[in-house]
Each structure stands twice: as structure tokens, then as C-alpha cells.
């Protein structure tokens, strides 16, 4: 388990996240359009997940815009946003924010990416929802980079995960 922040109180989380160079979970997560997609659907592709408890609030939202600005310009590289939110919360907040640029997935079915991936948040105002974490895999889904960011309330470090991918 991990111990991370909220507004400054200590919160933990379910589990670690994966281990630099080892294979990343599989995972089966809920696109805007209802259908589902996996880790396999991206083999082939770097893929940045952006992962954060909710869209509907500021430092999420932002991380979103974020990386969709920043998504533009890399090579074979797909940006993925995850969080518990329904889809539908995502298309109209990428509709209403002119976000083309990564996709958003949900794990509001089960909760096994969360569980998976360790970064559910057990205890506090917002269990059950996930802790803000970056993890970038290469092209064969292992993982390069993880960032568990102390303070739920403040941004991933950007430029330390698109480094990742040089």
C-alpha cells in the first residue's frame, strides 16, 4: 500500500504501482462510446496513463487539457485518461473542452484497473475513487515510468513522464 495526500491528510491506497520494466496488467476499461478496450488495443503504441480520481474537478481537469496539448506532438504515443467518471461524464467534458487529442476510458464497471494497477484509494473522502498516478508504457506494454503523485490536489510531473518516451 501506498501513502499519499489529501488536502495535506494522509490517505492510503490499495496496493504499489507496477514495476518499471515489467509487463503492465492487462485491463478491460469502458470508452465514451460504451465499448470496451484493453491493453492489447494499444500494443504497438507508447501510451501515457493519465489517471486521477474525477474529471469534474480543477487539478483533474486540468491534467486532461494538459496532456491533450501535449499529446499533439508525440510520435506513436497514445495518451489514455482514466478514472472512475461514467463515460458520459467524459464526452461532455471533452466536447465542452475541444479535447481530440487523448482518449478517455472508464473503470466504473469493476474497478479492476484501479485494484490492479494498486492506486485505489481505501480510506477517506474519496474512497473507492483512484489517486492521481502517470504511467507510461513502450510499445510493448512495459512500463518505463510511474509517477504516484504525493498530494491528490496537485498536478503529475509532464515533462519527467514525456521524458520517459525519449
Do not use: W
Request: net charge negative; aromatic share 8%.
Amino acid at each position: 500500500m501506498a501513502t499519499v495526500t489529501l488536502k495535506g491528510n494522509p490517505v492510503t491506497t490499495s496496493g504499489e504501482l507496477p514495476k518499471k520494466r515489467t509487463n503492465a496488467p492487462n485491463f478491460k476499461l469502458t470508452a465514451t462510446d460504451l465499448s470496451s478496450r484493453s491493453l492489447h488495443d494499444y500494443l504497438g503504441h507508447n501510451v501515457i496513463l493519465n489517471i486521477f480520481p474525477s474529471v469534474d474537478t480543477g487539478t483533474c481537469a486540468q491534467s486532461v487539457r494538459s496532456f491533450n496539448q501535449k499529446a499533439a506532438q508525440l510520435d506513436n504515443t497514445k495518451v489514455i485518461c482514466i478514472s472512475k467518471d461514467l463515460p458520459f461524464a467524459f464526452s461532455r467534458f471533452c466536447a465542452a473542452e475541444g479535447i481530440h487529442n487523448v482518449e478517455s476510458l472508464s473503470d466504473f464497471r469493476d474497478g479492476n484497473f484501479g485494484k490492479n494497477y494498486g492506486l485505489t484509494i481505501i480510506d477517506g473522502p474519496l474512497e473507492g475513487l483512484h489517486s492521481r498516478c502517470v504511467v507510461v508504457l513502450n510499445d510493448k506494454a512495459e512500463v518505463i515510468y510511474t509517477e504516484q503523485v504525493f498530494e491528490i490536489t496537485e498536478e503529475p510531473n509532464y515533462d519527467a513522464a514525456l521524458a520517459s518516451l525519449s
